[in-house]
C-alpha cells in the first residue's frame, strides 16, 4: 500500500476534533504552538488548523478529502457526525466519557469541529491540501511540530506496516522539532502491532522515538502518544 495515492473517503470516518481535543490528544502547550510551523496530517473535518492558526506563524491540514467545496463537503459531514453520534449511542460503555461526559455533548464537540473547519475551510482554502501520507507535497523541515490524530495505527487493519514506516519517516522529513502520533491503538482497542516494529526502524534511522502519557482518554487504555524527533 506504501507509494500509492489514496481514494479514502469511503474508508476513513470524516468527523474532525475541535482545538480543545486535540490540546489534550497531544498534550500541547502555548510554547508547542505560538509562533511555530504546524501541520496536521489527516486533519478531516477538525478545527486544529482554524483555531492554531490564531496563534501560530503558519498552520496547515493535509487530508485526501479536501478539494470539493465546503458546500460539496457539507453534507457528507454532516452525515458522518450523526452516523458517529449513532454507533456511539449502541456503544456508549465501551467508551469512557471523562471528558465528554456523555453522547450528546460528544456530538456538539463533533458538530462544532466541523461548523468551525468548513467556516475555515471556505475562508482559508490555502490551509487545506488535497494530498495524504506517504507522499507529502512539503518542503524538507517546512514545519515545527507535525500531527497526525486518528489515522496512523487506528487503521492498522488497512493501512500496512510499510505504510506507517513511509508515512512516519516522511513526516520526519518535513517536521524539524518533532512528529506526534495519537492514539496508539487500533480499532481493536490495544495498541498496534506496528507501534513498536516501527518505532524501532525509525530509531534505525538515527530519530528519536518515544511513546508519552497524553491527560486525554476515550477508547479504555489508549492515552499515549508516539513522539518523533527527527534527526
Ligand atoms: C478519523 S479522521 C480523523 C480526523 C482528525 N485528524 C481528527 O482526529 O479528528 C481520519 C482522516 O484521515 C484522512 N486520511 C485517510 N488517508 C489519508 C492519507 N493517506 N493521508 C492523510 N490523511 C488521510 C481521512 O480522509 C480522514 O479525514
Known amino acids: 500500500m506504501a507509494g500509492e495515492k489514496f481514494e479514502v473517503e469511503a474508508d476513513f470516518l470524516t468527523i474532525g476534533r475541535t482545538f480543545a481535543e486535540y490540546r489534550r490528544m497531544f498534550d500541547l502547550t502555548a510554547e508547542d504552538l505560538a509562533g511555530r510551523a504546524l501541520l496536521d496530517c489527516g486533519g ?4 486544529f488548523t482554524a483555531t492554531a492558526a490564531e496563534l501560530a506563524d503558519s498552520a496547515v491540514a493535509v487530508d485526501p478529502l479536501y478539494g470539493p467545496t465546503a458546500e460539496e ?3 457528507d459531514l454532516d452525515a458522518a457526525v450523526e452516523y458517529n453520534v449513532g454507533q456511539l449511542r449502541e456503544k ?6 471523562d471528558f465528554y461526559g456523555d453522547v450528546d455533548t460528544r456530538g456538539r464537540y463533533l458538530r462544532a469541529a466541523a461548523e468551525r473547519f468548513l467556516a475555515d475551510y471556505a475562508t482559508h482554502p490555502d490551509r487545506y491540501v488535497a494530498d495524504g ?12 511540530l507535525a500531527l497526525v490524530a486518528n489515522l496512523l495505527f487506528v487503521y492498522d487493519d488497512r493501512l500496512d506496516r510499510s505504510f506507517h514506516e513511509a508515512s ?3 513526516l520526519a522529513r518535513v517536521a524539524r522539532e518533532e512528529v506526534r502520533v495519537f492514539p496508539l491503538a487500533s480499532l481493536d482497542r490495544t495498541r498496534s502491532e506496528y507501534v513498536d516494529p516501527v518505532a524501532d526502524a525509525l530509531r534505525a534511522d538515527g530519530h528519536a522515538v518515544e511513546r508519552r502519557e497524553v491527560p486525554y482518554e476515550f477508547q479504555p487504555g489508549a492515552t499515549e502518544m508516539l513522539v518523533v524527533e527527527p534527526v
Open 73 to 75: 463537503l457539507e453534507g
Open 44 to 47: 478531516g473535518a477538525g478545527a
Open 133 to 144: 501520507i506517504p507522499d507529502l507535497p512539503l518542503d524538507d523541515d517546512s514545519v515545527d
Open 92 to 97: 456508549a460503555d465501551l467508551f469512557v466519557w
Open 168 to 170: 512516519l519517516r516522511e
